[in-house]
């Protein structure tokens, strides 16, 4: 099983990235993915969560309107599209895939975010 996020990296404020996280060694469309990130000195937190068929999403107020959660299924792949990105947005972000039915959870390696003037 691997979840390999990439696309991080640094960014100016008010800037974008896009990052992806390719799944492999699962059933990937049977799974719920989220994203998550974890500032230095703090605790990991949700960020948003997106369905397994990507009908349903939820997103922190944090990034409410400015983050958008996409997959591919086809491609075993999820997406996070982050816009106007703030100092604050800066963390290591972690791709993970959840299905409570078989009680199983996968974490990436992460992918650093760092925006800064």
């Known amino acids: 099983v691997q979840l390999v996020e990439s696309g991080g990296g640094l960014v100016q404020p008010g800037g974008s990235l896009r990052l992806s996280c390719a799944a492999s060694?699962?059933?990937?469309?049977?799974?719920?993915m989220r994203w998550y990130r974890q500032a230095s000195g703090k605790e990991r937190e949700l960020v948003v969560h997106i369905s397994s068929g990507g009908d349903s999403t939820n997103y922190a107020d944090s990034v409410k309107g400015r983050f958008t959660i996409s997959r591919d299924n086809a491609k075993n792949t999820v997406y996070l599209q982050m816009n106007n990105l703030k100092p604050a947005d800066t963390a290591v972000y972690y791709c993970?895939?959840?299905?409570?039915?078989?009680?199983?959870?996968?974490w990436g390696q992460g992918t650093q975010v760092t925006v800064s003037s």
């Open positions: 060694g699962f059933t990937f469309r049977s799974y719920f």
């Open positions: 993970n895939a959840r299905n409570s039915y078989i009680n199983a959870v996968y």
